[in-house]
């Protein structure tokens, strides 16, 4: 049997040994009342270092007691881990197996987990006799992003997800640039407001800490203003729908100006175009 489970893994092909349920329920209600009682002379007297003492001492009795009446770890069940390791999460709750259930500081407990580089949140109960039952949340990847010579992970508010393996999200959306990360999760949402655009788009470069560049599949980058960003964007994508703009040979469209875009065409195309503005030269025997 393993000490760590999924919650959502099969039943274990062996039934767990029978327990000895009328005495494990009157021991484990004795244990869930004297539990209640110290947690209430906590609330009332943790405040008097004397009393906080006596109530640490009694804290220990009750732990040894739970001990001998076998109120100790058998199993921890974890729901919601996907990318979490199941070392890091029991190195976090500090337990093993035939640690008295009653000595676990739950709080202490999940303010570990909560270190932990792939959870936001976490949650654990005893289900008494033997089992803890811990419910974690983890943060959802949403980009790579590229600085100072390396990737690192983006998660749902901006953040890094710290040491994980950016070789595992290959399909990500990359941003690049200092202040890129924070910025992320407002850059998505702009983004996705138009799907069929946003399907083209390969990075996104925070420039100046302001404003973002977006690079498209087709080699077109889009300068799009620090302000208004939301509104630029969804005019280049009506612009494309109407006009197949995104189909022309361009290198760039800067929508920094509220009243104009400014296209960068690529060079044969611009030659091409001074070429036939130029006027017919005069023959010399005219």
């Known amino acids: ?159 890094v997800i710290p040491n994980a393996d950016v070789a595992a999200f290959p399909s990500l959306p990359q941003v690049v640039g200092e202040g890129a990360a924070t910025a992320t999760p407002a850059l998505l949402d702009l983004l996705a407001a138009e799907p069929a655009l946003e399907s083209h788009v390969t990075a996104a470069v925070r420039v100046g800490g302001r404003r973002w560049n977006i690079e498209l599949d087709n080699g077109i980058e889009v300068a799009l203003p620090e302000d208004g960003a939301d509104a630029a964007w969804r005019r280049l994508a009506a612009l494309d729908r109407s006009d197949r703009l995104l189909e022309r040979n361009l290198l760039a469209i800067d929508m920094r100006l509220p009243d104009r875009l400014v296209l960068r065409l690529a060079p044969d195309v611009a030659k091409s175009l001074i070429k036939k503005s130029r006027p017919p030269q005069a023959s010399p025997n005219t």
């Open 1 to 159: 049997m393993r000490f760590m489970t999924r919650s959502d893994d099969p039943p274990p092909i062996r039934i767990r040994r029978r327990r000895q349920q009328q005495r494990r329920a009157l021991y484990a209600a004795a244990a869930l009342l004297a539990l209640g009682t110290v947690s209430v002379g906590a609330w009332y007297l943790g405040h008097d270092d004397r009393l906080a003492a006596i109530l640490g001492q009694a804290q220990t009795r009750m732990a040894a007691t739970g001990a001998a009446l076998h109120l100790t770890v058998a199993s921890v069940e974890v729901e919601g881990r996907k990318h979490a390791s199941r070392q890091a999460i029991l190195d976090a709750l500090g337990v093993k197996r035939g640690t008295s259930i009653l000595a676990v500081d739950l709080d202490a407990a999940k303010a570990r987990l909560e270190e932990v580089p792939w959870i936001r949140s976490a949650s654990i109960e005893r289900l008494l006799p033997d089992t803890l039952f811990v419910r974690v949340v983890e943060r959802t990847p949403l980009a790579l992003w590229q600085h100072a010579g390396k990737f690192d992970l983006v998660d749902q508010d901006g953040n």
